[in-house]
């Protein structure tokens, strides 16, 4: 799809993943803010945006082992809660986004997205594409889903945007963290990768760790590994993770400056 391009703003961005429901009310405005900025230099931009759950999902997720599979009537009691958690931060994120004027248009995986053993195996982007067409902004976001092996289990922002990349093809990923991009070695950071290939990945996937709060969806490792998998699969595709947490930066970066760690296929495109 032309000028299409993917933005998920982290749940580690957008709360404090060490403090259950805990959003971070000035960061979600100005990140609002700066998507509604980029927008109007960019009014060919076609974007998809996406959410993590942060201290909002995961906490209660892991309690409950949501990922793993729902089948007592104590796990589904979790189910239901991890949705709802799931569900309010969706809520202040879409408030904020609406206030900065950004047509924004909801879509909820729990409804729409059916899963197999943890892979989506049914989910019909015919309504994304018809807001994408009519100048809506889809925003989707990690949340539980009915699993066909498992009962029930959550997907997360990246697992919707991998079914979207297979079936949109996207020029850009942009994954917005707390962090600056990928490092060697997290949490010293002294180490910082600039570009990652998928010769590359293989020499430093070991050094690569997660995050430090929970995350019941893999954390860094996963992203990159998943972004490995999307540029090999569409080498004309990058992706790009960087922070956030910087003002400026998320402008900057839907303009198409590279900062952070970019993703790509080889170097040659660097």
Not at 29 to 47: D, G, M, T
Not at 156 to 161: A, H, P, V, Y
Not at 178 to 207: H, T, Y
Not at 229 to 248: D, L, N, R, T
Request: with cysteine; hydrophobic share 40%.
């Amino acid at each position: 799809m032309k000028n299409l391009e993917l933005l998920k703003l982290g749940g580690s961005l957008i709360t404090d993943k060490m403090k259950p429901q805990t959003a971070r009310y000035d960061v979600i405005s100005r990140l609002a803010e700066e998507i509604s900025v980029a927008l109007k230099e960019r009014p060919n931009l076609k974007l998809i945006l996406g959410h993590g759950s942060g201290s909002f999902g995961h906490f209660v997720a892991h309690k409950y082992s949501t990922l793993l599979g729902v089948k007592s009537k104590k796990e589904w009691i979790g189910f239901a809660e991890v949705w709802r958690e799931a569900s309010k931060l969706n809520h202040i994120i879409s408030d904020a986004l609406i206030e900065k004027k950004i047509p924004i248009i909801g879509f909820s995986p729990l409804s729409s997205v059916i899963s197999k053993d943890g892979i989506i195996k049914e989910w019909e982007l015919y309504p994304i594409r018809k807001a994408l067409d009519a100048g809506l902004i889809p925003l989707v976001y990690g949340d539980v889903v009915f699993d066909i092996d498992r009962g029930g289990t959550i997907l997360s922002t990246e697992d919707l945007f991998d079914h979207i990349i297979r079936n949109l093809q996207p020029n850009r990923v942009l994954l917005a963290g707390l962090e600056k991009g990928i490092w060697r070695d997290f949490p010293n950071c002294k180490d910082f990768i600039n570009v990652i290939s998928p010769l590359k990945f293989k020499e430093i996937a070991n050094d690569i760790h997660g995050s430090t709060s929970i995350d019941v969806t893999g954390g860094m490792i996963s992203k990159v590994s998943q972004s490995i998998e999307w540029v090999q699969k569409f080498p004309e595709m990058e992706v790009q993770i960087f922070s956030g947490a910087e003002a400026g930066n998320l402008v900057r970066v839907l303009k198409g400056e590279h900062i952070g760690t970019r993703i790509l296929i080889d170097f040659l495109h660097s």
